[in-house]
């Protein structure tokens, strides 16, 4: 069965200009997050939809960073103007619901964002 | 707020040898606790997780028992092989909806 999957596996970007990056979860998964790897950072969480509703958007650093997911599968990041320390790795994960402790997240093989 | 510390890395170990990767937590409330793992090229997997104090997660040899007096959640093995190496992550999931990461631990085993 197919996993989480991502959406450019790389871009490469001049500063300033947007990106929008793609999620599709794991068929049948309500819940999808995206976090942000940094160098030598661990995973910081960006936001968290439940269905095509994001309850949790408090991870996302500036205005810049958007997201959706509008009809509740899949989900684009979007990054507007972007600099240089935008450059990570943004991974996606699904899960079949919001409980985690009983429903574990899936990841995507992320997309590596780098700005020039 | 909640967070994560486990050691830096990387740990170079020979194989065969015990692997014990160390990670405390800092959390309001009775969080879940979890190790992930990723292996070159691939995704972050869940490798084990422990939902309650004293309870011990296990999988592919590897063991972390939650600790609550210690807010410890250490991930041990007795014998690591080459096909271990990988970077391993620590995380808590508290009273929100969002797991939380430590910084994670390259792990490489030498044959």
């Known amino acids: 069965g197919a996993g989480v999957s991502q959406s450019p596996s790389n871009k490469v970007t001049e500063k300033g200009k947007d990106v929008e990056l793609r999620c599709d979860p794991i068929s049948g998964h309500t819940a999808l997050y995206w976090y942000r790897q940094s160098l030598g950072q661990g995973l910081e969480f960006l936001i968290y939809?439940?269905?095509?509703?994001?309850?949790?958007k408090s991870g996302l650093p500036n205005d810049r960073f958007s997201a959706e997911r509008p009809e509740g599968s899949f989900s684009t990041l979007e990054i507007q103007r972007t600099e240089q320390g935008d450059s990570a790795m943004y991974l996606c994960?699904?899960?079949?619901?919001?409980?985690?402790?009983?429903?574990?997240?899936?990841f995507g093989n992320g997309t590596r964002l780098t700005v020039t | 707020g909640d967070s994560v510390t486990q050691m830096e890395g990387p740990v170079t170990l020979s194989e065969e040898a015990f692997l014990t990767i160390n990670c405390t937590y800092t959390a309001t409330g009775y969080p879940s606790l979890f190790w992930y793992v990723q292996y070159p090229g691939e995704g972050l997997q869940l490798l084990l997780k422990a939902t309650k104090a004293d309870d011990k997660g296990s999988n592919k040899g590897f063991e972390a028992t939650y600790r609550k007096e210690t807010t410890s959640f250490h991930l041990e093995k007795g014998s690591v092989q080459v096909s271990d190496s990988a970077v391993y992550f620590c995380?808590?999931?508290?009273?929100?909806?969002?797991?939380?990461f430590g910084t994670g631990t390259l792990l490489a085993v030498q044959p």
């Open positions: 994960a699904s899960s079949k619901r919001q409980d985690r402790a009983n429903s574990p997240l899936h």
């Open positions: 995380a808590l999931g508290g009273a929100t909806n969002k797991l939380i």
């Open positions: 939809f439940q269905g095509n509703s994001a309850p949790d």
